[in-house]
T-cell receptor, first 111, second 114 residues
Framework: GENVEQHPSTLSVQEGDSAVIKCTYS??????FPWYKQELGKRPQLIID?????GEKKDQRIAVTLNKTAKHFSLHITETQPEDSAVYFC??????????FGTGTRLKVLA | GAGVSQSPRYKVAKRGQDVALRCDPI?????LFWYQQALGQGPEFLTY????????KSGLPSDRFFAERPEGSVSTLKIQRTQQEDSAVYLC????????????FGPGTRLTVT
């Protein structure tokens, strides 16, 4: 079946540094890639998304890049803050409705 | 407005018991999804409804799992004869339509089977 691989599984950065999380997807027809942030015991919340007709999208300190040829997309967080600490999930839309999620990255921002 | 709500938030069941998990989607959202999230893993798709029609149940792990959305709004996920491997967080999500739309997640129900 379709799958999404996500790396790294854990990431620790100093406050103010950048964090990068990478995902690779298998379904070449995927055309939508959301990123969710999940704080401990809370619901996943969308932080940014990108469609396949765009190579990069930025929203303040968060950016996502997409390489359709390599079937690879990445989340970039700049100037990290302690409140960025959470688990981040990438996902790829497979078909017309099914999200395939990565296994998550636990980000720790050290003050 | 109100987001997606789920109840109960926590459920402890003895092995072999039946459980029912409820999801109240955002009003007017056509699409509703159920996911299973094991500890330390990403959400895994279980089933998808468009209004009251269950269009995909390919992710349900066994015939002990059953979901319904009879009036196209509230949905219930039922697990019969629970097993320890059913222990997980069950997430519900809704979206205005399926496809390239944000899925809004509920807080989840943490099921522990003892």
């Amino acid at each position: 079946g379709e799958n999404v691989e996500q790396h790294p599984s854990t990431l620790s950065v100093q406050e103010g540094d950048s964090a990068v999380i990478k995902c690779t997807y298998s379904d070449s027809a995927s055309n939508y890639f959301p990123w969710y942030k999940q704080e401990l015991g809370k619901r996943p919340q969308l932080i940014i998304d990108i469609r396949s007709n765009v190579g990069e999208k930025k929203d303040q300190r968060i950016a996502v890049t997409l390489n359709k040829t390599a079937k690879h997309f990445s989340l970039h967080i700049t100037e990290t803050q302690p409140e960025d600490s959470a688990v981040y999930f990438c996902a790829a839309l497979s078909g017309t409705y099914k999200y395939i999620f990565g296994t998550g990255t636990r980000l720790k921002v050290l003050a | 407005g109100a987001g997606v709500s789920q109840s109960p938030r926590y459920k402890v069941a003895k092995r072999g018991q039946d459980v029912a998990l409820r999801c109240d989607p955002i009003s007017g959202h056509v699409s509703l999804f159920w996911y299973q999230q094991a500890l330390g893993q990403g959400p895994e798709f279980l089933t998808y409804f468009q209004n009251e029609a269950q269009l995909d149940k390919s992710g349900l792990p066994s015939d002990r799992f059953f979901a319904e959305r009879p009036e196209g709004s509230v949905s219930t996920l039922k697990i019969q004869r629970t097993q320890q491997e059913d222990s997980a967080v069950y997430l519900c999500a809704s979206s205005p339509l399926a496809g390239v739309y944000e899925q809004y997640f509920g807080p989840g129900t943490r099921l522990t089977v003892t």
